[in-house]
């Protein structure tokens, strides 16, 4: 009775994260980005955002201002980019450029609450600490 239970509701709500990444950063950013706005537009911008920069050092190197040009069609993107600037730059300051792996850390980054730091850990790291909603 479970397993049928389990049966469908993984055909309801698949094992799948919507936004596009190839790097645990790169799901930073675009979790940053995905508040309040559709996936589907995320990975359009994160699409051509990550060909200009997609590292912690190369956004902390880009000015703020940059760094919105290429946001500007996402809700709140001046908000955004302040916080990818500022996670990009304590990335690179405290943990070399790479993303930490424990909710306690990810949840002192800008803009990343508990179920961001869930989101990231789970599809970035395997690590399941807790259901993102």
Avoid: C, W
Wanted: no cysteine; net charge negative; proline share 4%.
């Amino acid at each position: 009775m479970v397993e049928e239970i389990i049966k469908r509701l993984e055909k309801v709500f698949p094992d799948k994260l919507e936004l596009n990444f190839s790097t645990p950063f790169e799901l930073v950013v675009a979790v940053v980005l995905s508040a309040q706005e559709r996936d589907a537009k995320v990975n359009e911008v994160t699409k051509e955002l990550f060909k200009k920069f997609n590292t912690p050092q190369q956004f902390a190197n880009a000015s703020l201002e940059e760094i919105e040009k290429e946001i500007s069609s996402i809700s709140f993107y001046k908000k955004k980019a302040e916080y990818i600037k500022q996670i990009s730059q304590i990335l690179v300051e405290k943990y070399g450029g790479e993303v930490p792996k424990s909710i306690e850390e990810l949840e002192k980054l800008p803009g990343i609450g508990r179920k961001s730091a869930n989101m990231i850990l789970y599809n970035a790291f395997g690590i399941n600490e807790g259901i993102a909603v």
